[in-house]
């Protein structure tokens, strides 16, 4: 008999490496949509720069936020395959990309998983951002997926060396 699993945190708090930017991610309300809100945090004071609905049923399973007020959601909180797998939204709160666990696995060449399988743990490990931060990158098996953030262009290399 598969678990019922557990509902989110009413909030949960992201913050960017360099402190300057913090996502709330909030399900106040298990019959409305989650919410995320995105602030800029200069000496300990938050200035809201957008608030969001999200597609997401109980919101997203993690968040990415970056130095560049970048924020990438990942999966569902429940873990089934995902169709919000990857969402970027970019500083402003405009929703640049927006991929399913299917259309990221035709992108990385492998068999769509089922309802079964818990392929909504696509990655391996943490996502990586680049050294120059326009882009994050993410461990996939033997291949590494490239979001580049100004865009939500992906592309896919095989992985050189372990992460």
Partial sequence: ???????????????????????VLSV???????QAELFAVDADVRRPLWRLALRHAQGPRSAVVTNRGFVVLLD??????????????????????HYSVDALAAALDLPTPTAQGRWSHWMEG?????ADGAALFFTVGPRELR???????LSVAALTSPP
């Fill in 147 to 153: 979001l580049v953030l100004a865009s939500g262009e």
């Fill in 126 to 130: 943490e996502p990586r951002l680049s």
């Fill in 28 to 34: 106040p309300d298990p019959a409305q949509p989650a």
């Fill in 76 to 97: 569902e909180w429940v873990p089934l395959p995902s169709a919000h797998a990857l969402v970027l939204i970019d500083p402003q709160g405009l929703g640049l990309a």
């Fill in 1 to 23: 008999m598969a678990e019922t699993p557990r509902p989110p945190p009413l909030q949960r708090l992201f913050t960017a490496p360099s402190g300057r930017y913090l996502l």
